[in-house]
């Protein structure tokens, strides 16, 4: 009886996920879209971006769930999840992809684009002298493998770049701050603060109003993890306030955005739709392919999930 490998998602296309991965599979496993699975039954093997409810009692014999991205939090907190091993994917494109997603993001801050753009609404010639990078702190919040690598490119480029981190890493260019107790003083000194924490019950609403006040008066705000990790009415205040100049947000509490939402027409914001980095069908095909074969040999799985961590 051939394995089938089950796939679910709102936002990618299943043909070309199908073609990336069946050279990898070499005819040993069945690739299925959800709604067209033809025998339940032989299904050992998900991939999916957020299913439905009740999605994975479908499957009984299910023995790896592969979530399509990085972020998990969103898969481990349900309660119909079943009790199987998760993987995440994680390539060098995805990370490669963010890194310049969050280095255009400073970027974007650190040369006063906001400025510009709203001059050119004026159509006014409005001049801004520019600042040598060097004399910009930015401080990368999370320097898991997608954070650690922004934080080096960050730096690459000349920046005065620092790191917040649960534990201690050495990082090129890059001054690494652990504990809670280094996080206000790292706020208070950085001109730009990037938020790259994954979703935890420590982390939820991690940046609320004491942590928006502590940073430095006139400082940028960039968001491309996860919605929830931020006091969204405390952010907005900070906006409004005129405390922070601006923000870059890729991510929101909850998605896609309400239309009426304020973040929408608040001064110096730029708001874009979850996509600083996504999965990429041909570069992520040989880590799924990878731990399918370590479920049907017994061996390693890449990218295991830590339920307990939650990610």
Known sequence: MTDTLVFHSGLDPFDVWRDALAPHLDGHVRIEEAHAVTDPETVRFALVWMPPA???????NLELVINLGAGVDRLVARDDLPDVPITRLSDPQMGRMMAGFVLFAVLRHARDIPHFEAAQARSEWAYKHPRAASETTV???GLGELGALAATEIARQGYDTHGWATRPKDLAGVTVHCGDDALGALLAKADIVVCMLPLTPETRERLDAAAFAAMKPGAAFINVSRGA?????ALVEALRSGHLSGATLDVFTSEPLAPDHPLWTLPGVLITPHLASVALPDSAAPQIAANI???????ALINEVSRSRGY
């Open 229 to 233: 990790v931020v006091d969204e009415a």
């Open 54 to 60: 009740g999605f994975f009692a479908r499957f009984p």
């Open 139 to 141: 401080a990368v919040l």
């Open 293 to 299: 074969r370590a479920v049907q040999t017994g061996g």
